[in-house]
């Protein structure tokens, strides 16, 4: 982590769980963290659990569905920071619904925020870091319903299956669109199954944990947060790509 040092990570999704999780971790190891979320106070609080730590903690109020509000959180990076040397798009949720009677404004919000808030995001820090030639790095946090279908909540979480598996197709395009364009910009999809101590079930209107994940490993935010530091710790030859 020595080249990331005094470099800046956008992190979406960072009031709760995963997102707090690597912030925690990227701090610790010397890095300016730009924390987005909606709940500014639960960024703040994060802000003075970090006011110790050799790196810094900023916390910036964004909503990843709002296009414009993104566009202003990195603006404000470029101007208060210099630009973003790495993106963590981190922010997803799922919503209880099925396909044959769902409720769209349920699917819009799936997709406004796994799939179109993590593509905004994404062209903003790859302008930042080609304006300044960075050997930068985005990293997709993805899930194992990017992968595969899991039969025991398909019908609830078909839409959320959906977002996943674009979001797999999107880093592996974007590799592709870099290569082309011969950018030094990593991007990395990592692809956690269940994990326990976050929000993630509650907010998507499950009032249970499904009794497969019940009697199931699982995994907790620190175990995620390891995961990124071990992809952006890699020398420059070493591109884990999923």
């Given at each position: 982590m020595e080249n990331y040092v005094g470099k800046v990570a956008v992190i979406t999704g960072s009031s709760a769980g995963i997102g707090a999780t690597i912030s925690k971790e990227l701090v610790k190891r010397g890095m300016k963290v730009v924390g987005l979320a909606r709940r500014l106070e639960r960024l703040e609080d994060l802000k003075k659990q970090l006011s110790n730590e050799s790196g810094q903690f900023y916390s910036l109020q964004c909503d990843i569905r709002n296009e414009k509000e993104i566009l202003n959180a990195f603006e404000w990076v470029e101007k208060n920071l210099g630009g973003v040397d790495v993106l963590v798009n981190n922010a997803g949720l799922m919503q209880i619904t099925t396909l044959s009677d769902g409720d769209i404004?349920?699917?819009?919000?799936?997709?406004?925020?796994?799939?179109?808030?993590?593509?905004?995001?994404?062209?903003?820090?790859?302008?930042?870091?080609?304006?300044?030639?960075?050997?930068?790095?985005?990293?997709?946090?993805?899930?194992?319903?990017?992968?595969?279908?899991?039969?025991?909540?398909?019908?609830?979480?078909?839409?959320?299956?959906?977002?996943?598996?674009?979001?797999?197709?999107?880093?592996?395009?974007?590799?592709?669109?870099?290569?082309?364009?011969?950018?030094?910009?990593?991007?990395?999809?990592?692809?956690?199954?269940?994990?326990?101590?976050?929000?993630?079930?509650?907010?998507?209107g499950a009032t249970e944990i499904p009794e497969f994940v019940k009697n199931a490993s699982y995994l907790i935010p620190e175990n995620i947060a390891e995961a990124v530091v071990y992809v952006l710790s890699t020398p420059p030859n070493v591109d884990v790509s999923d």
């Open positions: 404004e349920k699917w819009k919000t799936v997709l406004d925020t796994n799939v179109l808030g993590l593509c905004i995001a994404t062209r903003e820090a790859v302008k930042s870091m080609k304006k300044r030639a960075v050997s930068g790095h985005i990293i997709h946090i993805n899930s194992l319903a990017g992968h595969r279908v899991v039969p025991q909540v398909a019908s609830t979480f078909n839409v959320y299956f959906a977002s996943k598996f674009a979001v797999r197709a999107l880093a592996e395009t974007l590799r592709f669109e870099l290569a082309h364009s011969k950018l030094k910009i990593k991007v990395c999809n990592i692809s956690p199954g269940y994990v326990e101590h976050t929000e993630f079930l509650i907010a998507g």
